[in-house]
C-alpha cells in the first residue's frame, strides 16, 4: 500500500487509520477507470469551475524581461480565484462516492478551507475546516467565507497554532470519526495515498499546457515555472511534462532577505518525516519541526510533497528560492504590465520566471502557473510597500 517515490512517501500513520487509506486508495482507482464519474467530474469541472483554463502571452512582461516569450496558465481564473479548487472538487465527489456525508480540512491561509467549503455546499457536504488559532486571528476574511459558504471553522490552540497543528487535529479528528468522514488534505502532502491523488487530480493543470503548447507554438514549453509551498500546482504543472524535453522549475519561498530557511524545504532541508511521510522537512537545530517565515501564507509550510524530493534528488527539476522582496516586485511588474493582480505565491514563480527569460534566447517559450489571484494579499501588499490603498 505505502507507495514510494524513490526513498520518499508512504504512510507513517497510526494503526488506526491504515483501513482509512487503503479504502480511499481502492475508492480513487475504481473512480478513475469509471466512465460515469470521469463525465460528472468533467462536467463540474467545467461548468462549476471554469475550466479549462486559457495560456496567455504576457506580451508587456516579455518585453521587461527582454529574452524568452512568458506566457501564463490562468489557474487564477477558477472558481475560487485558484487551482485548489481542482483537488477540492475532485476529492468531494471521491468522498460522495465513498458514501462519506462530512468532509473535514485543514487550512493555515484559508484558501483550502475555502474551496473545501464551497465544494462541500455545492455536493451537500457537512463541512469542518481546522485552523491554528493564529491564522484564524490573522485571515479574517476566508474566516467569514467559509462561515457564509456553511462550513464549521474549529480553532486549533495546541502548538504553534498554526497550519502544522490543524493538519494534525484534522487528523485525530479523521481517525475518531472514519466511518463518516473523508479528510480532504490540501495538498500533494501527507501519507499515501494523498500525494498521488492530489498530483492526479492536478495534472489537468500540466495537460493543458501541453495540449495549448502545442497549438500555439507547435510543440512544448522549453521551461516551466510553478510555485511550490506543499507543492500540489507545481507537480499538477510537471507531472504531464515529465516525459517531455521541457525543463522544470520549482520555486520556493525564501523569506525574507537574509531569513535563514524561509520555508525552502527543498533548497535549505533535509530528509525527514512530516505528517505521514518521508520527505524534505526544515529542523530546528533540535529536530523539532522549524518555524518558517513567507510573505505568502500559501507557501508558509516546513514540508513538502514526497515526489518533489524525489524528482529534486533525480535532477528532472530544479528547485530554487525566492526572497518576499522578488515576489513583491513580480507582483508589481504582473499589475502594471498585465493589469493582473497575481497571488503572492505565484508572484514567486513569475520572478524566477523573468530571471530565467532575461538569459534566454526570444524563440524560447517560458510558461508560469499563475496559480491564483492576489485579492487576498492586498493588505500584505499594502503592508510590505507601505502604499495606500
Ligand atoms: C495554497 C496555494 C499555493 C501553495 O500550494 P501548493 O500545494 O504548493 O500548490 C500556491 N498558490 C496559491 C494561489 C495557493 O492558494
New binding site residues.
Partial sequence: MARRYGAYGGAYVPETLVPALTELEAAWHQARRDPAFRREHARLARTLGGRPTPLYFARRLTARAGGAEIWLKREDLLHGG???FNNALGQGLLAARMGKPRLIAETG?G??GVATAMIGAALGLRTEVYMGEVDVARQRPNVERMRLLGAKVVPVTSGSRTLKDAINAALRDWIANVRTTHYLL???VGPHPYPTIVAGLQSVIGTEILRDARREFGREPDLAVA????????IGTFHPLLRTRTELLGVEAGGPRGSRHGAASLSKGRPGILHGAYSYVLEDRDGQIADTESISA??DYAGVGPEHAFLRDSGRVRYIAVHDEGALAAFGWLAHDEGMLP?L??SHAIYAAVQEARRRPSRERIVVTL??RGDKDLEVVRGATGQRA
Fill in positions: 485558484a487551482h485548489k491561509a484558501q483550502h490540501g495538498s500533494a510555485c511550490v509551498g506543499g507543492g500540489s500546482n507545481a500559501g507557501l497571488a505565491e505565484p496559480s491564483g
